[in-house]
C-alpha cells in the first residue's frame, strides 16, 4: 500500500485527466440506454414461461388474435353518442380489411362495447367502447404507439366520440420511458444539491463537496456507457429504469467513501502534514477498507446473475459494474484529487491542532453513555434484544407480502395510459384490458357443446372472475375462429378478472384457478385436454413464480460474495455470521416496513414485483459495506486494549462517518421518488429506509452489543487482527 500510495500521489495530474478523457470518449464512442425495444415487456418477464409457450401455441391454432397490449378507450359516462358503437365497428372493420393505407400494420382491429353483454358484470351499460388493436410481427413499440393513436384520431375522435386514450402494456412502457426521462434532469439536480448540502454543512467546506461530486460525475458517465455497450456485446436488452438507479448508486456510494477520505485526510492536515504526504498517509489507511467494502457492493449485486429473469441479468450487472467504477474511482480519483487541491478543499473551516493534543483528547475522551453501556455485557444483552426486537416487529409485515405488476397503475394517475384503463375500468371491470386466455386442446373438443359449457360455467364461478367469455356465449363478433380452432381440435376461454390484470389480487386468483384446473376439467368432462394459460396476469405469476424459484440462488450466492469478503478482512469466521444475519435482519425490516406503507397505509394492492428482490441485494451489501467500517475499527482497538473498552471507543468513532455516510447514501436513493413511477417510489423508500435503520440500529447499537456479547470468541480461529494496511490510525473512521 505504501507503494501504491506514493504511485497515486506521483501520478495523481495523469491520473485526473485520464478519468475525464475515459468520461468524453465514453460519452462520445459508447451507446446509451435510449436504444429502440421490439417488446413491451422484455427483459420484464421470464421469456420461456409457460404463458409464453401457451400464448405461441394459441397464434398457431386460431386464425384471429385475442391477446393484444394496445387498447383504443372510449368512454361518456353519461352514455356514448347515438351511432357510436356502429363507427367504432365500422372503422375495425375498415382497418382489419386493409381498406386504410395508412395502417397497414394493423392486421385486425377488435371493438367491445359494454352494451353487447360480453362481459355480464359490467358496472355500465352503453358508456365504452374499447378496442384492441392486433400489430405485424416485428413492429416496434414506438411504431405501435403511434399507430394506435393515429386510428384512435380516424376513428374515436371528434366532440362526442368520448375518446379518452390508448392504454394497454405498450403504451405504459413507454410513459414509463418518457416518465423516467423526463425526471432524470431533476434527479441529477437534487441529487447533486443535497450530497453537496451534506458534505458542506458536515466539513463546514463547500469545496469538501465538489471532489466526490466530480467523481460521481465522472463515473456515471462512464459506467451509463460501459454498461450500454456491454449489454450490446453479449446480447442483453438493458432496461432504460437502470438509469437513474446507476446515478444514485454512484453518487451514493462514492460520497459514501469520499467521507472517509475526507475526514482522515482533513485531520492530517490539522496536525501540519504537508499536503502530498496527508494524502499519501490517507491513501494508505483508507483505501484498503474501501477497496474490501467496494468489492463486497461489486459481487453482492453481480449475484443477481444467479437468477434466470433477464431485468435481473441486466440488473446486476448494471450495479456491480456501477460499483466497480465507483471503486475505481475513490481508490484512484479521490486521493489524486486530494494531492491537487490539498487544504483547499477544506477553505475556509481548516484550522491546525497540536498532534500530540489531539492523540492526548483522544485517548482522554469519555465514550458516549449509549456506548458504555453497550460495551457491558449486561448493556449488551439488553441492547441486543431490544433491537432485534424491534426490527422483528418491523419484519411482520413480510407475512402479507404481494408481488405484482404495476406496469399501468405504477405510472402517475394522469398519464394517458393510466388514465384510460381507469376509464375502461369504470365501464366493463378491470380486467377486460388484458384477459386471460385459457387454451383447450383436446381431439374434436369443438364438437362437444356440452363440455365446453359446462367448462365454462366453472370458469366463470372461480373467486376473482367477473366473466368468462367461451365458444359457445361469445357474440359472433368473439366467436368462429376467435375462439374455435380451424381443426376444431381446440377452443378459447377469455377470462375476465375484477382487479387490475397484473396486480397481486389477479394474480393469486389465477394461481387458485391454475391448482384447481384438473377438478375444473373433470367436473367438465374434459379431463383428457390439455389446458394452457395466457395472457398478462399468467405472464406476471410465471415471472412472479420464477423470481420466488430464483431466491434461493441468489441469496446463497450473494450472501457466500458477502460473507467471503467479510472473513477475508477480519479474518475470522464468527464475527463476520452474525454481522451477516445482522444485515439480513435490518433487510427483513425494512421490507416489512414498505409492506406496511404501500400495501397497508396506501393502498396499494402489491409491491412491484423485482423492486424487493433488487433492493434486498443491494441492501445486504451496503450492510456488509458498513460491517467493515465499524467492525475493522474495533478489530484495529482491540489489539490495545480490552475488547470491550475497544467496541466503547471505536464503535462511537466509527457510527460517526457512518450516520454521516448513510444520510447522503439514504438521501441519494430518496431523490429516486421524483420518478413519478410507482417501482422508483417503492425502490426509493426501501433503500433509504434500509440505509438509515442499518446505520442507525444495526451498525450503531446492535453489532457493538453482538461483538461485546460473544466476546473474543468473535476472532475465532485468529485473533483481532486486521492486515498490516490498515492499521495506522484508528481514528481514520471518525
Not at 456 to 466: F, I, K, N, T
Not at 470 to 491: C, F, I, K, M, Q
Not at 627 to 636: E, K, M
Request: with cysteine; proline share 6%; charged share 20%.
Amino acid at each position: 500500500m505504501n507503494a501504491y500510495a506514493r504511485l497515486v500521489v506521483a501520478l495523481r495530474y495523469p491520473i485526473i485527466l485520464a478519468w475525464i478523457a475515459g468520461a468524453l470518449a465514453a460519452t462520445a464512442y459508447l451507446p446509451d440506454l435510449s436504444g429502440e425495444q421490439g417488446a413491451p415487456l422484455e427483459g420484464l418477464v421470464a421469456d420461456d414461461s409457460p404463458a409464453v409457450r401457451t400464448e405461441l401455441r394459441s397464434a398457431e391454432l386460431f386464425d384471429v388474435p385475442v391477446l393484444t397490449r394496445t387498447v383504443v378507450v372510449r368512454r361518456d359516462p353519461e352514455g356514448l353518442a347515438p351511432g357510436a358503437e356502429q363507427v367504432a365497428l365500422a372503422g375495425a372493420l375498415a382497418v382489419s380489411q386493409g381498406e386504410d393505407p395508412d395502417l397497414q400494420r394493423v392486421r385486425f382491429a377488435l371493438p367491445v362495447v359494454n352494451t353487447l353483454g360480453v362481459v355480464p358484470s359490467s358496472r355500465e351499460r352503453g358508456t365504452t367502447v374499447v378496442t384492441f388493436l392486433f400489430f405485424s410481427p416485428a413492429t416496434f413499440l414506438a411504431h405501435q404507439d403511434e399507430l394506435a393513436h393515429r386510428y384512435a384520431e380516424r376513428y374515436a375522435a371528434g366532440p362526442e366520440a368520448g375518446f379518452v386514450g390508448v392504454t394497454g402494456a405498450i403504451p405504459a412502457r413507454l410513459d414509463q420511458f418518457d416518465a423516467i426521462q423526463a425526471a432524470l434532469p431533476r434527479v441529477e439536480q437534487v441529487t447533486v444539491l443535497v450530497i453537496a448540502l451534506i458534505l458542506a454543512l458536515t466539513f463546514r467546506a463547500p469545496g469538501a463537496a465538489l471532489v466526490p461530486l466530480l467523481s460521481a460525475g465522472l463515473g456515471y458517465l462512464v459506467a451509463v456507457r460501459a454498461l450500454a455497450a456491454v449489454g450490446d456485446a453479449i446480447g442483453v436488452n438493458v432496461p432504460r429504469e437502470l438509469e437513474p438507479l446507476v446515478l444514485v448508486l454512484m453518487l451514493g456510494i462514492v460520497t459514501d467513501y469520499a467521507i472517509f477520505f475526507l475526514a482522515s485526510f482533513r485531520r492530517r492536515l490539522e496536525e501540519g502534514a504537508p499536503r502530498l504526504d496527508a494524502a499519501r498517509e490517507t491513501t494508505i489507511s483508507i483505501v484498503p477498507i474501501v477497496l474490501t467494502a467496494g468489492l463486497i457492493v461489486t459481487f453482492g449485486t453481480a449475484a443477481l446473475l444467479a437468477g434466470t429473469l433477464d431485468f435481473f441479468r441486466a440488473f446486476g450487472p448494471g450495479m456491480a459494474l456501477a460499483a466497480f467504477v465507483g471503486v475505481l474511482l475513490a481508490v484512484t480519483f479521490i486521493p489524486a484529487a486530494l494531492a491537487v487541491f490539498g487544504r483547499a478543499v477544506f477553505w475556509p473551516s481548516l484550522r491546525r491542532r497540536d498532534p500530540e493534543a489531539a492523540r492526548e483528547e483522544e485517548r482522554t475522551r469519555r465514550p458516549p453513555r449509549i456506548a458504555r453501556v453497550t460495551a457491558s455485557r449486561g448493556g449488551a444483552l439488553a441492547v441486543a434484544l431490544l433491537c432485534v426486537a424491534a426490527l422483528l416487529a418491523g419484519a411482520t409485515g413480510l407475512r402479507d407480502l404481494r408481488l405484482g405488476f404495476t406496469l399501468i397503475t405504477g405510472l402517475p394517475k394522469d398519464a394517458e395510459a393510466h388514465r384510460a384503463a381507469r376509464e375502461a375500468s369504470e365501464g366493463f371491470a378491470p380486467g377486460l384490458l388484458a384477459p386471460t386466455t385459457v387454451l383447450v386442446e383436446a381431439p374434436g373438443i369443438a364438437s362437444r357443446p356440452g363440455a365446453i359449457r359446462r367448462f365454462d360455467r366453472a370458469l366463470e364461478r372461480q373467486s376473482g372472475v367477473v366473466a368468462s367469455i367461451g365458444p359457445t356465449d361469445a357474440p359472433r363478433a368473439l366467436a368462429g375462429n376467435a375462439l374455435v380452432a380451424r381443426s376444431g381440435d381446440a377452443v378459447r376461454y377469455l377470462l375476465v378478472f375484477d382487479h387490475d390484470p397484473g396486480g397481486g389480487p389477479a394474480i393469486e386468483s389465477l394461481e387458485r384457478i391454475r391448482d384447481s384446473m384438473p377438478l375444473l376439467q373433470e367436473a367438465s368432462g374434459l379431463s383428457e385436454a390439455r389446458v394452457g394459460l395466457a395472457g398478462d396476469t399468467a405472464l406476471a405469476a410465471d415471472t412472479v413464480g420464477r423470481i420466488v424459484d430464483d431466491l434461493a440462488r441468489i441469496a446463497v450466492a450473494a450472501l457466500l460474495a458477502n460473507l467471503f469478503f467479510l472473513v477475508v478482512f477480519l479474518r475470522a469466521l464468527v464475527a463476520p455470521l452474525f454481522l451477516l444475519a445482522a444485515s439480513v435482519l435490518a433487510l427483513a425490516a425494512s421490507l416489512g416496513l414498505a409492506t406496511y406503507v404501500f400495501q397497508g397505509l396506501l393502498g396499494h394492492g402489491e409491491l412491484t414485483y423485482y423492486v424487493p428482490f433488487a433492493a434486498a441485494v443491494l441492501l445486504v451489501s451496503l450492510g456488509s459495506d458498513y460491517n467493515i467500517f465499524v467492525a475493522g475499527r474495533v478489530w484495529a482497538e482491540a489489539r490495545r486494549r480490552p475488547l470491550r473498552e475497544a467496541v466503547a471507543v471505536a464503535a462511537p468513532r466509527a457510527s460517526r462517518a457512518i450516520a454521516i455516510a448513510s444520510i447522503a447514501l439514504a438521501a441519494s436513493f430518496s431523490v429516486l421518488a421524483l420518478v413519478p413511477l410507482r417501482p422508483f417510489r417503492e425502490f426509493a423508500f426501501i433503500m433509504a429506509a434500509g440505509v438509515l435503520v442499518d446505520s442507525f440500529v444495526v451498525r450503531s447499537l446492535l453489532v457493538p452489543a453482538l461483538i461485546s456479547l460473544v466476546g473474543d470468541a468473535s476472532a475465532w480461529p485468529g485473533r483481532f487482527t486486521l492486515p498490516r494496511t490498515v492499521e495506522p490510525d484508528a481514528r481514520d473512521a471518525g
